[in-house]
């Protein structure tokens, strides 16, 4: 007995620090994420993650003070620099520095560097460590979005236009001006609503739509030139509700931690003690224009709007699990591509289904019943969340009839498939394989050699 | 025979009074419309109709005079009391009173009240009988929105998110803030084109997109800060053209007497002599800044463009119709679920086509061929009738391919049941029942448990 | 052998002058182009082309001097006059006359004009004479817009309303008033985006939607009210980013010499010597705010894009060309309209693929597969052109699901007919006619009958 002990603890204290070993030898190659030794991005990424991929421009050799590179850029890119004249950092006030383009992309034009937040944390220390706060609370989150993202199997396996698309915005993690853009960097502009939404738009997270179809949305529209942008976030100082106003009150750069309901993305019990605690700090921020009575009954409609949309989702994924189970899903497991990325699938294939076996699969090479659920949950099930969150009645209704409609197409997919499945038994067996179809589709093809 | 004449007066002597006693009756439910003793709405409803449900917070005892409630409220709910204070209400000008929470809400903090527009009438008489007025021209009109709507059997039939997603808008009717918001109640704003379209906004009366996609739109979205709301809306006084310029002019408050086409729900005559007096109102309204002839030919387009949505709609509905004289629609009327509401139905099943025979069951629970109907008839044909109407050419395209589409799929699902049809009369007669799908679908479902 | 030269010589001195006398005359009808003796517009066509179908109202007689029209219109369409009375017209500037409403419209009230570009380049010459130099690049361009679009074979096959629809957009070619909106004809709201997208939005051409979902586009939403837009469009002078500051810098009338892919209708050779001028040309409108290199690797993504989307392409149209190849196409080209302006292919008619061989097949009365083919090339391939070079990124990626799920369709499609056409083969021959579905479908049915 005793011996096993010991083995079991040797293999331990091995395999630890070789899964350690691994991970930072998978991340180590030319590419990026737990995948890099297998694909690399777009140039255009050296933008979207500058400390791994940006490459200094070697037009120009030399040191050059702040003040230089103003006088050669007022010529060469003069809308930077007038945006930087524009900014606090020409102009910080009495007694402070002002900050140049040397303080944040170094002074040797050889070797210039794109900020990420470790260098605009020399200076907003505090803001930052707020951002990066949100990692406590997992994806999805800010902090995460770029690592989290390049970390999965599926963008190693995505055409690179896609990735760039889907990187463009992940890169808020990475970089600070997806918010506050260059080179005024400022704060005035990034409360408003227009800062958030340049990512925060279309399906599946249709926050654009639903808040400017909101009665919130509304009222920013019509009074958004009448309110003064460079007010603090605070209590009575906005007669707008934005998002910033209601997602960062009081200027506070974590916005993971009042997340009831996980954007959609998991059932939850909303009413957990923790849930509570997240459920008031909602009340205290509405309560600046509603009763607080009145805030919490519409976060109990967001409870109500969350059942009646679990219930559908499962529903559909039972009747997928089903049809898996016996064996009527087309293709099967063999005749679909495998993640490139997953050796073992190779071996052992598994008739994944859409979303919820993984996200990959499901956006390209399914079948219509599949497309169907992950048209529900991607798309539908997570609109009718951002509109009901966001005060979009309309859209509501419209995304969970959309749901339901996916629902009856699914189940009149499924009992043709049955009949079909039935039929088969009868005479020849399993239908005949499908053919290259979906092994050589589109998402195979286009991507495999294009990574 | 005379004695039948005494029995038929005595029989309507008696049904009259019963017919009111039984609406009486049938409306004091716990619940609104004529259906109020089968089902009840959220708790948010509460607020779109408060004074059937809204009850007072219960917090806090006593009465307070109108200053008493700034002083507390500052601190408590400052955003309302900010726009207060910037409102006509808080500084109304030399002679006149302060009007304070109270005067709206009372002064019973145990008995607040949420106001309704006959609170509004008090000092707002004009605007609100203006308003009023509308039930004159039926339904749809804003001041029926909410009666008609609770009334309706279908609204007694849906989920409960939905009817509250509806209702939201239909409380138009029963509360003034949907388009002055709280607690400015600025005329300035409500003259924008974004308090409309909070509510006029998406399938099926996308007055919002097809506003702002219009030359009239453009123009708004680029000249709109040079305007000065404050104006009154009358000729001459605004260079942007907006939905309250041109359908509440000079400030009337009775948007239903010139509309000539009823929004595209009925085929109508357009030349009648009522309608030729309600184009020379329109035609009036266009010279502001148009040529009256060009605006006379501009409605004359929009007559074209009935004629030929209505051919369209037509066909459809004869294709229909003569399926289901043939028995060929399939789910047939006993395969499908009855209104709940209709104890009759249950009895006498009838084969409803869409919205031409009832407009729940063409939401959920169709068949293919009436769901392409429905949403020929009801997004399509709507979205094109307001494009048209609005200026939004693009779009007038874009709906009529999108009907012609919805026609062309029709046909050939038609040609399809036929062939069914014929086929199964050949062998085993109709076709097997389709089994539980349609009558326990996601609209029954989803639906009879919440109510 | 002589003699045949000289019979060929003679042949072709009649012919070119027979073709253009051929052409005069087919213009010369009471309708638009090429096909003007076979279709009229709508009467609001009057507006879009008023040199060929403006009529002047007969309500007044008399000559008037332009401080007399202003007299009577103050009354009669203030808007306009107050319009009138904020341009440049009604106040040039120092030693400069005032230009009334007779300068443009003539002084007979009886012989009224709509002016065209030719009239403003009384004063305009410059910006007119830019404007003209596009017909040097063919089409797409905003000067032949007009010319090519009522040339087309299926604009006289089309709905009048959707001919309408079309057209109001086409007139930028014969009234500069769509983008200087009338009677301002401000300089400073022409610059705006507002003013390009009135046309340019919505399929096959979203420049609104990927615009204004693009970084650029939020920028705008947010800084657009602190922007002087009485600035010439030249570098420096704009923080915020727009339709007119890229593609119209220094206020170039001329939008058709920087195009490098042809807008996603052609496939090109990216790296011409002349698309390197056209790189060059963008770079450096670019670098007014970006590194060369950033914009030039920016282009490079777009070349990558149009690749990717071309393979898509081409793998679509082989499918369909050989089904076509093989007669598998349903209907044949016996079974579908032909087109009514071409007298030839009533003898010899011939299975037209989508856009590929004819676009006004490709909206109407289009089998399923040709269908997915016309959206995967009209809608999302331009769409993704569109998202790709506007920096729309999610945009990009939406787009391209949508190829793949048109073509995935479409090889499950092509695979059904193939099946078909065996079992066909094998039993009765070629299917039976599917009847006059098709041939009296609603392209032809609500076309031909209203033209």
Redesign the interface.
């Known amino acids: 007995m005793r011996r096993y002990i010991w083995v079991t603890l040797a293999f331990t204290l091995l395999a630890v620090p070789a899964g350690y070993a691994y991970v930072h030898w998978a991340k180590s190659g030319p590419g990026a994420g737990l995948y890099s030794r297998e694909w690399k991005p777009?140039?255009?990424h050296?933008?979207w993650d500058p400390d791994r991929f940006y490459q200094s421009?070697q037009i120009l050799q030399g040191e050059f003070k702040g003040e230089e590179c103003i006088v050669c850029h007022s010529a060469?890119?003069?809308?930077?620099?007038?945006?930087w004249r524009?900014s606090r950092h020409a102009d910080p006030g009495q007694g402070k520095q002002t900050v140049y383009c040397s303080a944040c992309h170094g002074s040797n034009h050889q070797a210039l560097h794109m900020p990420t937040p470790k260098v605009c944390a020399q200076c907003h220390e505090n803001r930052v460590a707020q951002f990066m706060d949100e990692k406590r609370y997992g994806f999805p989150s800010h902090a995460l979005a770029m690592e989290r993202a390049v970390d999965a199997k599926h963008f190693a396996d995505k055409?690179?236009?896609?990735v760039?698309?889907?990187l463009?915005?992940h890169s808020v993690a990475t970089k600070c001006d997806s918010c506050h853009?260059r080179h005024?960097f400022s704060a005035a502009?990034a409360r408003?609503p227009?800062?958030c939404?340049?990512c925060h738009?279309?399906?599946p997270h249709p926050d654009d739509d639903s808040y400017f179809?909101?009665?919130h949305g509304?009222?920013y529209?019509?009074?958004a030139?009448r309110q003064d942008w460079s007010k603090p976030l605070a209590?009575?100082n906005?007669?707008v509700p934005t998002c910033a106003y209601c997602h960062m009150h009081e200027g506070r750069h974590q916005v993971a931690d009042k997340t009831i309901w996980k954007f959609g993305l998991l059932e939850v019990n909303p009413n957990t003690s923790g849930n509570e605690v997240r459920r008031a700090a909602w009340v205290k921020v509405c309560?600046?224009?509603?009763?607080a009575?009145?805030s919490a009954?519409?976060l109990?409609?967001l409870d109500?709007?969350r059942k009646?949309a679990w219930?559908?989702l499962y529903r559909a994924e039972h009747l997928l699990k089903d049809l898996r189970g016996d064996n009527l899903l087309h293709p099967g497991p063999r005749e679909r591509p495998p993640y490139p990325m997953d050796a073992m699938e190779k071996f052992l294939p598994r008739a994944r289904i859409g979303y919820y076996d993984g996200q990959a699969s499901a956006?390209?090479?399914t079948s219509p019943i599949e497309?169907d659920y992950f048209e529900m949950w991607y798309f539908a099930n997570l609109g009718a969340y951002k509109s009901?969150a966001h005060g979009d009645?309309?859209?509501?209704?419209?995304w969970?009839?959309a749901?339901?409609?996916s629902?009856?197409n699914m189940?009149?997919r499924a009992?043709a498939l049955r009949a079909q499945g039935e039929a088969e038994k009868k005479s020849l067996g399993r239908r005949a394989d499908p053919?290259r179809?979906w092994l050589d589709?589109?998402?195979t093809m286009?991507n495999r050699e294009?990574n």
Chains 1, 2, 3 share one sequence.
């Open positions: 777009e140039a255009l050296a933008y421009p060469v890119t003069p809308g930077i620099v007038n945006d524009a055409p690179k236009a896609e760039a698309a889907c463009q915005c853009t005024r502009e408003r227009e800062s939404v340049t738009s279309g399906p179809a909101s009665a509304k009222k529209l019509a009074e030139a209590k009575g906005y007669a309560s600046d224009c509603h009763e009575g009145w009954q519409q109990k409609g109500s709007e009646q219930v559908k956006f390209y090479n497309r009901a009645a309309a859209a509501v209704g419209h969970h009839a749901m339901d409609q629902l009856a189940e009149a009992k053919g179809l589709g589109e998402y286009h294009h």
